[in-house]
């Protein structure tokens, strides 16, 4: 090796276990926090603009902006405890074994300080708000980073159940931030989000399968195998788009949310039969993911766009 190569060799070691802000960022998984932060401004657009909810005045979007700041803020500092308390078990699995958590690049005193101040200034930014949005941030925040990380991934095949409930918080979250109570609009954007992650997450699970074996997570693809929860994932499918269609039934929407909501869970459940048939699960799981995100991205942003222009049509 010349010395070029060996000093840049060198060089790529000292960086590697220096913090840097990009390791924070990952630390805080920011795919999680964009996804959270889209359905907590879901809910609180949705309940902005019901004929009985709207509110009004300069405040409105500050109050949208607090509301999801503070609700991106306590789901970050869930998942930095989440990797605090999974680091010895990320080290087992090639995905994860080189995040800072895990190779110590972000100490664990640090770990726990920034997740500490993430969540301190996420639940005083709800409490600004009312009090029952705080209330719901710091459950979120316990069934997610003790009851969920520390028992149930651990050691149950429930895990994933129990994990969608702090889950499908954030449009819990955003709806009673402008209302502070929860009726039935708000329930059902929070059983869309509940009913959508395990699907999702098994998804996830098939495709990684032996990395979750080896690190010792008692996934129901690991425990059950494939085809039992490709069977699960079709009926939360299927009843995902039901609850979809009672949407109209609370929220002023037109019919155009309607056919999409059917068309999307359509797709949805054709892809899920076919995983039944599928040559390589491993492939077949990965669409599934991506799809996921697609189903669930267009469901919120179509139910937002088609509740404004119902609101403005109104006016």
Same mark, same amino acid.
């Given at each position: ?89 990320? +080290? ?52 997610? +980073? ?170």
């Amino acid at each position: 090796m010349n010395s070029n190569a060996a000093q840049t060799e060198q060089s790529m070691k000292h960086n590697g276990n220096r913090m840097t802000v990009k390791d924070f960022i990952i630390l805080a998984k920011p795919g999680i926090i964009i996804s959270n932060s889209l359905a907590a401004l879901g809910g609180f657009w949705i309940a902005w603009l019901q004929p009985e909810r709207t509110g009004g005045g300069p405040g409105i979007f500050a109050a949208m902006a607090v509301a999801m700041i503070g609700t991106a803020l306590v789901m970050a500092s869930s998942t930095v405890f989440n990797n605090f308390f999974d680091r010895g078990m990320d +080290a087992k699995m090639a995905r994860t074994r080189t995040r800072a958590s895990v190779t110590g690049r972000i100490p664990p005193p640090v770990m726990i300080l920034y997740g500490t101040c993430l969540g301190a200034c996420g639940f005083i930014m709800l409490a600004s708000l009312n009090v029952l949005t705080a209330v719901l941030g710091l459950l979120a925040f316990l069934l997610y +980073a003790v009851v969920y990380t520390l028992w149930f991934k651990r050691q149950s095949v429930w895990s994933t159940f129990v994990g969608s409930f702090p889950g499908a918080a954030p449009p819990l979250i955003g709806y009673c931030a402008l209302t502070g109570y929860i009726d039935m609009p708000a329930i059902l954007l929070y059983a869309i989000m509940f009913l959508w992650q395990p699907p999702h997450f098994w998804a996830i699970g098939i495709r990684r399968k032996e990395e979750y074996r080896a690190a010792g997570i008692p996934l129901l693809p690991i425990i059950k195998g494939n085809r039992v929860t490709k069977i699960k994932m079709l009926r939360y499918i299927a009843v995902l788009t039901a609850v979809s269609l009672l949407v109209p039934l609370y929220i002023d929407v037109s019919p155009f949310y309607t056919a999409s909501a059917l068309l999307l869970g359509a797709i949805w459940l054709y892809r899920s039969v076919k995983g039944f048939q599928a040559a390589d699960d491993t492939q077949w799981s990965k669409g599934m993911f991506f799809y996921s995100i697609v189903y669930f991205s267009l469901l919120f942003l179509i139910l937002m766009a088609d509740s404004f222009i119902n609101a403005v049509l109104r006016t």
